[in-house]
């Protein structure tokens, strides 16, 4: 069965610093990979998707870059974080090619102070 | 660009009973599927049911039904037999046609309390 692994669980980071969240897959190979936002209370925002290895196209621009640098890895960093970057962040996956709901990882949960 | 709204803030019933979450959405896609997800305080995300746009016929998945209303662009949930671990916030959301960028778009939520 796939399972979807996301680290941290959580993070404190001051303003200003690097940051770098990982989301891994396994049990499916080519997975359509993508990253969400949620800020305190609100609704999900998709930030970036991945069809493959070394692809990755921005939604929404919150100065954060993402990398897929195997099938089964998704990265999400920047490399100076604001105070509008706390928030739950969830990683997802569906079947390439298919209409499947995105399934979601347990998320990482980042304050910056 | 696609839209979805969730009227409904937050919804208290007495566990046991039927209730109704409300979702309307906006597309200029003729085909576009259409979920719906929970999430506990926790903030585990979880898939309850979907509907693509051109079956007839509303899902039913365990006790999640939908209410699938084409020509008014809106796609309710149905929870029947309500528990008290049923208390969450439901989340509606879109995805056009266009599969490879996955793109869901979500409504804001609805927060549901089951009481005994």
């Known amino acids: 069965a796939q399972t979807i692994h996301q680290w941290p669980v959580a993070e404190i980071k001051a303003v200003g610093s690097p940051l770098s969240l990982g989301c891994t897959i396994k049990?499916?190979?080519?997975?359509?990979l993508y990253w969400y936002w949620q800020a305190t209370g609100g609704t999900l925002q998709q930030l970036f998707y991945?069809?493959?290895?070394?692809?990755v196209e921005s939604v929404v621009q919150l100065n954060l870059s993402a990398s897929r640098p195997k099938d089964d890895q998704f990265i999400l960093s920047t490399e100076k974080l604001l105070l509008s970057h706390s928030g739950f962040y969830l990683c997802?996956?569906?079947?390439?090619?298919?209409?499947?709901?995105?399934?979601f990882g347990e998320g990482t949960r980042l304050s910056v102070l | 660009a696609q839209k979805v709204t969730q009227t409904q803030t937050s919804i208290s019933v007495v566990e046991k009973t039927t209730v109704t979450m409300d979702c309307v959405y906006e597309?200029?896609?003729?085909?576009?599927?259409l979920f719906w997800y929970k999430q506990t305080a926790s903030g585990e995300i979880v898939f309850l049911i979907r509907?693509?746009?051109?079956?007839?016929e509303n899902a039913t998945v365990g006790h999640y039904s939908l209410n699938f209303q084409k020509p008014k662009s809106s796609i309710g949930l149905i929870i029947t037999a309500t528990q008290i671990e049923d208390s969450a916030v439901y989340f509606c959301?879109?995805?056009?046609?266009?599969?490879?960028?996955?793109?869901?778009?979500f409504g804001d939520g609805t927060v549901l309390t089951v009481k005994p």
């Open positions: 991945s069809i493959t290895v070394g692809q």
């Open positions: 597309t200029r896609d003729s085909s576009y599927f």
């Open positions: 049990g499916k190979s080519s997975p359509n």
């Open positions: 997802a996956w569906s079947l390439a090619g298919d209409n499947q709901a995105p399934l």
């Open positions: 509907q693509d746009s051109y079956k007839k």
């Open positions: 959301a879109m995805r056009e046609g266009n599969t490879n960028t996955g793109k869901l778009t």
